[in-house]
């Protein structure tokens, strides 16, 4: 029992994680190219640069609508925020400028998640939770580990849950330029 409490764990700590990196070649893949912009389409993204300074805002800056072609990155620039103590999803912006740049100039572009970090969570403290459970009840006559397992791992999967939707999972597109 405590073997195989043992492999689901090691099995979510390997498939769950908090960000996923996805290597994209904008000049020779337009398979690559689809898949950032479905990615993107519709969620606010981080706009990382290859060359940080070379755009007035800074290296790595947020921006809605975003479009990736071969030559050339187009998105809305948010600018000033209205309420910087709401969630980062949850953020209203005054200004947004729309800009294009050489995708040439494009490091990396970042998407969070936050029901894949739920999900993640989830998973990750249904396995820490039954692993704990199984170990405290070993050690206690009053119910067996199975039954401290289940009702250990249930309450590690509500908190993995909120704290994996609260932090979000990464998506990370790293633009290989040649």
């Known amino acids: 029992m405590k073997r195989s409490a043992l492999a689901f764990l090691v099995v979510a700590i390997v498939t769950s994680g908090c960000s996923h990196v996805h290597p994209v070649s904008p000049v020779t893949s337009q398979a690559d190219l689809d898949e950032v912009n479905a990615a993107v389409r519709g969620r606010r993204a981080t706009v990382g640069l290859a060359v940080s300074g070379k755009h007035p805002f800074g290296g790595t800056f947020l921006a809605d609508d975003v479009r990736v072609t071969a030559e ?15 969630l980062a999803g949850e953020q209203r912006y005054a200004a947004r400028r729309d800009s294009v740049i050489i995708t040439g100039e494009v490091g990396r572009l970042t998407v969070s998640s936050w029901s894949r970090g739920a999900l993640d969570g989830a998973v990750l403290g249904l396995g820490f939770g039954a692993v704990l459970g199984l170990y405290a009840g070993s050690r206690d ?22 704290i994996g939707g609260l932090r979000g999972s990464k998506e990370i597109y790293e633009f290989e330029h040649r």
């Open 72 to 86: 050339t990155t187009s998105f809305a620039l948010l600018l000033e925020p209205l309420d910087v103590t709401a």
């Open 141 to 162: 006559s009053w119910f067996t580990p199975g039954e401290y397992a289940a009702g250990v791992g249930v309450l590690g999967c509500g908190i993995g849950a909120v």
